[in-house]
Structure formats: structure tokens, C-alpha cells
């Protein structure tokens, strides 16, 4: 036989077995499959729900809806600052020269005014950006503090559009970081919707939108993971996200899977300067909460009964005292409502209005809701006595008006030519009273007096050289002591009035650190505007 042949035949045989293995397979298997359909219907279930697979939906679905619902309520903000000056340090054996302070005496100098020594630079003028939302239809915008505190300007530019507004701050609270501005767009704009953020859980999905390092309308995605976080103010209870959270993120939208705000954005926890997993935003509800006080009010005003307590106490302080629950009192504020009531330190607070207080968290969640006047009872506990005392709530700012603590966070009060008669002077500053404490650590011992807090760029003041943390003491040899002494003066001025301020500022440090105070006058001619 040939080799072709041979594989011919060879060719037909593997075939034939080929053929054969398959038909075999099919005889194969129709008998398993049927015997599997016969068990089936013997097991039938009758009681069972059938499945039913629903119709295909990405979570990137999700996620692009989000960023186009959100976009036309999201907005870039950028702020000018005033120049500020800097001094040029002397070189080192210059300051070894200068007398030296081992105990610390410079302190309340350099605090309020800086280093005394040294030539001035020119000035720098500062720039900074930041996001925010719209939260009404007129203009009104939520952002943090921190974007547009001290800002001489503040712009607002809207997403889609080149146009840049001009926005102005219409209030804010340092201790929430939180600021309302407004502008005019001329047109009806989109707000946001906001979600209630106590119902936010870990494990949530977040999305932040904002402008970090200026790249407008960014949107990043993580969860929540954590809530409650407590690492900075009383009032800050923060939510914790890994959704990427950068410079200039700050003010922007913390947003739910549904597209509803939950909180603002706010501060990051980096090693680096920029995202590491570790994002802040300040919840809604208390975002909501200032921002209705300060469109009603026109500021925040928060109830206080005038006590401190330990920030982070032991719980077996309590425990071993014979409590659960409550707060020990580590001192009270003189003049303030616990003292007039009769509380002491080292008094254990157990109840308000009979509900047990659970810990200095909720006393001041509780008590900051009040309004000033409300008359609450106390329960407490002094040296194993149960005693009650009736207490008037007060405004939070008010009892603590001594404090340079709470001085140094209350917003400057600007003399607005706006306000009062059409041809009232306007001189540009921003100035408050000075406290007691303040006073005292200054060393400043003449009467009166208002400190300087800002200076309008290109206003009256400016031109004449008045400059931040100078103290007023009189206008034309009329003493003043508050913004409406300075108001009224102002009031009676008209451009082409030659004005004089009688200004204090330090020399320098004397001796063991005491401070020379000298006065100058600053004058000139009011400008017609």
C-alpha cells in the first residue's frame, strides 16, 4: 500500500471515532439531562420567589448625574488682601545687640504687634482661592471663613462663565469656620439641595466638588469614614471622607450618593501639604443652622451659662465621684450667669431641665441652642448634696466679652458711607473696643481707645498712614472708646474737612519687657467721593 493510501484510510478511521465519541457525548448526555429534569420536578418549590434580574445601572451613571447636577451651583472664589508689610530682620549680630528676654517677657508685645525692630519692606499684596455653593436663588453663597476672611476683595465666578461678580460678606462665625457671601448675577441661580447630615453613616458614598489648586469645578469620589470627628472647635463635629480633598477644595460641597449636600468642606489632615486620605467637612445641619441665624440676625448668637470643664476627662473621674454621666465644673466665669446662680467650681452638673447631661458635648449643644433670657434649672451635685439652681441663659460672646480669645475672633466693624447721612465721611477702618484683659497684657493705660482691625485699601486712612493694631484715642480731640463713637464723628465730617487721629502705638520694649506706648497724629483732607 502506497503511503498516500495509507493516510487516506488513516484520515477516515480518525473520523469515524470522531463522529462515534460525539454521538456517544449526545446519547450521554440527553440521558443525565433528563434524569436531572425528572429529580427537578419531583422537588418543585412552590413557595419560592423567582428572581428577578433588574435592568443594567452603573454606579458611573450615578456619578455623572452628581457632577452635572451639582455644576451650576458650585462656584470658584478668589480674594485679594490688602498689602501687608514685612520687616527686614536684622543679621544676627544685630539682634545679639538688642537686650535679651529669658523669661518671656516679649510675649504680649510680638502677640498683638509684631517684632519692633527692623526696616519695612514693601508691601505684598495677597491672593487666594478657594470654592463655595449656592445655597439661594438670589445669590446668597456658602464658604468657609478661611477663603474670604481679612479679603479686601472677593470674586465670584460661576461655572461655564468668564464673568467674575463681586461678592460681598454678609456674615460669618469663626468657631463653625463658616461664611455667607452674596452677589448680583443679575438672573435667578440654582441652589443646591442639602440632606439631613445626622442621618450620614460610615460607609456612605461622598463626593466632594470644588477648585482644588484653582482646576474649577473638580469632582472626586470616596466614602464616609468616619463622623463626629472632634479635632478642632467646640462646634465642630466633623465628617471624616477619603474622597480627594485639596488647597482650594475649602468651602466647596461635600455631597451624597443622591446628589445632596451633606456638608462643607472644610480641612485635611497631610503630612504633605496636600491629599492623603483624610478629608474634614463641617456637617450640614450646623452649616444650615448658622447660616439661618445670620441671614435672620445678621449674626450668631449662641447661649452660654459662663463655666469650662475639662476638654477630655477621665471617665473613672466620674465614676470613682458616684456618676455615670455629667460634667465637673473646672471654673466659672466672673460676672457670668452659673456665678450669679450660685455655681461653684468642682460642682458636678447633672441635669438640665431634669434630663441627665450626658457629658460637656451635649451641656453645650444644648445650652449654645437657647436664646439669651431663657431661664433653665440646673441639677447638681457639691460634695455629695443634691442641689438645684435656677439659671438665665446668656449670649455665648457676652459672657466671655473678656476673653482676648473671643476679641480676637469678632469680625471688624466697618464705617460704611452707605449708612447714616449721604455726605458722612468715610474713613476705611475697621476698628473694636479694647477689653480689659487686652488692656492689661498690653500694658495700654490710657483711657479709651479703639484697635485698628483693618484698613481699606486706597481709603482715607490708608493715605494718611494708619496702619492694623494702631489704637485710636481720638478724632479732632474727640476721645473715642467704640465703632459708634467713631460713627457719630464720622457722621459730621464732609469731604474737604481736614481730619486728625490721635494714634498710640508702641516704641518698643523697655527694661523686663514693659511696653513704651507714644502717640502721634495722623492727619489729612477728607477726599470728595
Do not use: C
Request: proline content about 7%.
Amino acid at each position: 500500500m502506497s503511503w498516500i493510501r495509507k493516510i487516506s484510510r488513516d484520515r477516515m478511521l480518525s473520523v469515524s471515532m470522531l463522529a462515534l465519541t460525539l454521538s456517544a457525548g449526545v446519547v450521554i448526555g440527553t440521558f443525565f439531562t433528563t434524569g436531572v429534569s425528572a429529580a427537578r420536578s419531583q422537588q418543585a418549590a412552590p413557595d419560592a420567589t423567582p428572581l428577578t434580574i433588574p435592568p443594567t445601572k452603573t454606579l458611573e451613571n450615578e456619578f455623572t448625574r452628581i457632577a452635572q447636577q451639582l455644576e451650576p451651583s458650585v462656584v470658584f472664589i478668589s480674594t485679594e488682601s490688602k498689602p501687608i508689610q514685612t520687616t527686614r530682620r536684622r543679621n544676627p549680630q544685630q539682634r545679639q545687640q538688642q537686650p535679651q528676654d529669658p523669661d518671656g517677657m516679649m510675649a504680649p508685645f510680638e502677640r498683638f504687634f509684631g517684632m519692633p525692630f527692623g526696616e519695612q519692606a514693601p508691601p505684598r499684596r495677597r491672593e487666594g482661592s478657594g470654592s463655595g455653593f449656592i445655597v439661594d436663588k438670589n445669590g446668597y453663597i456658602l464658604t468657609n471663613l478661611h477663603v474670604v476672611d481679612d479679603a479686601a476683595k472677593i470674586k465670584v465666578r460661576l461655572t461655564g462663565e468668564k464673568a467674575e461678580y463681586p461678592a460681598k460678606l454678609i456674615g460669618s462665625d469663626p468657631e463653625t469656620d463658616i461664611a455667607i457671601i452674596k452677589i448680583d448675577a443679575g438672573k435667578a441661580l440654582k441652589p443646591v439641595k442639602i440632606a439631613n447630615s445626622d442621618g450620614v453613616q460610615v460607609g456612605d458614598w461622598a463626593v466632594a466638588i470644588g477648585a482644588p489648586f484653582g482646576l474649577e469645578t473638580s469632582v472626586t469620589a470616596g466614602i464616609v469614614s468616619a463622623t463626629g470627628r472632634d479635632i478642632a472647635q467646640q462646634f465642630q463635629r466633623f465628617i471624616q471622607t477619603d474622597a480627594a480633598i485639596n488647597p482650594g477644595n475649602s468651602g466647596g460641597p461635600l455631597v451624597n450618593i443622591n446628589g445632596e449636600v451633606i456638608g462643607v468642606n472644610t480641612m485635611i489632615a497631610t503630612s504633605s501639604g496636600g491629599y492623603q486620605g483624610i478629608g474634614f467637612a463641617l456637617p450640614m445641619n450646623m452649616a444650615a443652622k448658622v447660616y439661618n441665624m445670620v441671614i435672620s440676625m445678621g449674626r450668631v448668637s449662641r447661649g452660654s451659662i459662663g463655666i469650662s470643664f475639662p476638654k477630655d476627662p477621665k471617665p473613672e473621674t466620674l465614676k470613682a465621684l458616684g456618676f455615670d454621666s455629667g460634667v465637673i465644673v473646672e471654673s466659672v466665669q466672673p460676672g457670668g450667669p452659673a456665678e450669679k446662680a450660685g455655681v461653684k467650681p468642682e460642682d458636678i452638673l447633672i441635669a438640665l431641665n431634669g434630663k441627665p447631661i450626658k457629658d460637656g458635648d451635649d451641656l453645650v449643644g444644648r445650652v449654645s441652642d437657647m436664646p439669651s433670657g431663657t431661664e433653665v434649672t440646673l441639677t447638681l451635685d457639691r460634695e455629695g448634696q443634691k442641689l438645684t439652681r435656677k439659671v438665665t441663659i446668656q449670649d455665648r460672646e457676652e459672657v466671655f466679652k473678656d476673653d482676648p480669645r473671643f476679641a480676637s475672633r469678632r469680625r471688624p466693624e466697618m464705617t460704611n458711607p452707605d449708612e447714616g447721612a449721604p455726605t458722612s465721611a468715610r474713613f476705611g477702618i475697621g476698628v473694636r473696643p479694647l477689653s480689659e484683659a487686652e488692656r492689661k497684657e498690653m500694658e495700654f493705660t490710657a483711657e479709651g481707645g479703639v484697635m485698628v482691625t483693618a484698613v481699606e485699601e486706597g481709603s482715607f486712612a490708608e493715605e494718611i498712614g494708619v496702619r492694623e493694631r494702631d489704637v485710636i484715642v481720638s478724632i479732632n480731640r474727640q476721645g473715642v472708646a467704640s465703632f459708634e463713637d467713631v460713627r457719630k464723628i464720622a457722621s459730621t465730617l464732609k469731604p474737604g474737612n481736614a481730619v486728625a487721629f490721635r494714634v498710640m502705638r508702641p516704641l518698643g520694649v523697655q527694661g523686663r519687657g514693659a511696653v513704651t506706648w507714644t502717640g502721634t497724629y495722623l492727619s489729612g483732607t477728607l477726599p470728595n467721593e
